[in-house]
């Protein structure tokens, strides 16, 4: 049974970081891509980052308008994905969702982890 367990959410103020976590089991961690997306109040789920599987070079990708703020990286030993994110906004305030995608186009999703960025 695949489980993806998203952890690290909370409250935080603006200009401040968090690291999120996915641990990921029952799944071949390494054939698949790992995504963080978010989904704000009456907004639709939106990708935030992702990174592929090293056969296809761990190359990551970044939503504009979280460049240079987010890192996504992963950890193949542990099978654990994460989000390093830093000088948080409010805008940034929404649930984070953890998705693997199979090279043959599979999908699973966690339960996601909220994150509010407020003073």
């Known amino acids: 049974q695949v489980h993806l367990v998203e952890s690290g959410g909370g409250l935080v103020q603006p200009g401040g970081s968090l690291r999120l976590s996915c641990a990921a089991s029952?799944?071949?961690?390494?054939?698949?891509?790992m995504s963080w997306y978010r989904q704000g109040p009456g907004k639709e789920r939106d990708v935030v980052a992702s990174i592929t599987r090293a056969s296809a070079g761990g190359s990551t990708n970044y939503a504009d308008s979280v460049k240079g703020r987010f890192t996504i990286s992963r950890d193949n030993a542990k099978n654990t994905v994460y989000l390093q994110m830093n000088s948080l906004k409010p805008e940034d305030t929404a649930g984070y969702y953890c998705?693997?995608?199979?090279?043959?186009?599979?999908?699973?999703w966690g339960q996601g982890t909220q994150v509010t960025v407020s003073s």
């Open positions: 029952g799944i071949t961690f390494t054939y698949y891509t």
């Open positions: 998705k693997a995608r199979h090279y043959l186009a599979y999908e699973y």
